[in-house]
């Protein structure tokens, strides 16, 4: 097989991590004959240094013409200390998200044994949780229409769902239930929101052409306290934009770390591949970022992206084998015990690498 990836670093600790997903895909390349063809491009407060914009017309255009995205992470300091700024990093991820038509998020709160530890959330708890959450991505209040009054006291921000972007959402989210336990959970503020009623009732007729899978609505506040109280109660989970986003971050805590999930972001045609934790300035260049979100986001990209399942499955194995080892990075290691190996960002890539060549030799 032979793939076009670009890869765009970002900002912040995105350079440090986005090296040890492209290096994982192409260890993977080589172990299974695949030819991936790398290019690179900038995104984010590092476009806007250079170019005045966060996503240049060069970058766009290499994503269009590219089979996959590798992703590392946006934003600055700068911009959230000056909430005045015109130009801001984020502009640029939620343009390419529109430009290639990234309707739908997928994130797989994908729950390692080994690190049952290091959430904050009782063992007893976790154990056996397994959710994937569909988040709609090019709708809701992050594009709806915005402005501020003159005098600079009033601000409004207009959440806009169109019937056709919930349907699309949860034909895929639905088509995924089929493949898990058959239950998916809506989740909305029908209660309150006009656009939440127009989600509800449109998921509800999608649900009948999916008879065999058991659908669930809930209110988002509810969604947020289950998800922390139990879990496991929970399979495929689709939402809105903003709750989406609210609620994943709150998941990272059953995973331990926002070091450990990846996503993926797709529509029709090219996948967009991340971790899901941000830029994380305060530890950039410190050799303290956890790689194994963008790693396991490259391992997303060979399932979901190019339909390589064996590939896919090799790679999150050997993660799960380095953990089970004992090694752990800093967000993710218990510091009250010497059990743990903790290594830095660059130690634990080559770490991967080498467990993911022994792996090979020991099947």
Known sequence: MKKNILVIPGDGIGPEVTTWGKAALEKIAEIFGHEFVFDEAIMGHAAIEVTGEPLPDETLEKARKSDAILFGAIGHAKYDNDPSLKVRPEQGLLKIRKELGLFANLRPILLFDELLQASSIKPEILKGTDILFFRELTGDVYFGEKSRSEDRNTASDLMIYHRYEVERIAHKAYQA??????????????????????????????????????????????????????????????????????????????????????SASVGESTGFFEPIHGSAHDITGKDLANPLASILSAALMLEIGFGLKDEAKLLVDTVDAVLKDGFRTHDIADQSTNRFKVLGTAEMGKLVLKFLSQKLINS
């Open 177 to 262: 239930a089929q493949q898990r336990n058959k239950r998916l959970c809506s989740v909305d503020k029908a209660n309150v929101l006009e656009s939440s009623r127009l989600w509800r009732e449109t998921v509800q007729e999608i649900a009948k052409q999916y008879p065999d899978v058991e659908t669930e609505h809930m209110f988002i506040d509810n969604a947020a306290m289950q998800l922390i109280k139990n879990p496991k109660k929970f399979d495929v989970v689709l939402t809105a934009n903003l709750f989406g986003d609210i609620l994943t971050d709150e998941a990272s805590q059953i995973a331990g770390s926002m070091g450990m999930l990846a």
